[in-house]
């Protein structure tokens, strides 16, 4: 099993930046990927962004790509996704995920709480 706790969400302006993080605890050494999803209301869950945790690689969804950078600090076991030139369409609740088994973009299983991030315009 895989804990996954986030934290960082908030309210900011159009055009701010925030940064989340996600700490996982457990059985880590079985995680291979780690990625943030974000549900806003009444619309579908979308994966923002996903990390190969160990070479790095990555993913960003097509609504991301330039403003929002995932990373992650193997030696503080930490996740992050930097927000940057935020939008209100970015206001969702966002979580952090893990996937053992499957790819950047598939296979998830352990699920963060999730943390709430609000654009305002």
């Known amino acids: 099993q895989v804990q996954l706790v986030e934290a960082g969400g908030g309210l900011v302006q159009a055009g701010g930046s925030l940064r989340l993080s996600c700490v996982p605890s457990g059985r880590t050494i079985s995680m291979r990927f780690m990625g943030w999803f974000r549900r806003a209301p009444g619309k579908d869950s979308e994966l923002v962004a996903a990390?190969?945790?160990?070479?790095?690689?990555?993913y960003y969804g097509n609504s991301v790509k330039g403003r929002f950078t995932i990373s992650r600090d193997s030696a503080k076991n930490t996740m992050y996704l930097q927000m940057n030139s935020l939008k209100p369409e970015d206001t969702a609740v966002y979580y952090c995920a893990a996937s053992q088994w499957g790819s950047l973009t598939t296979g998830y299983t352990y699920w963060g709480q999730g943390t709430q991030v609000t654009v305002s315009s």
């Open positions: 990390i190969n945790w160990s070479d790095a690689n990555t």
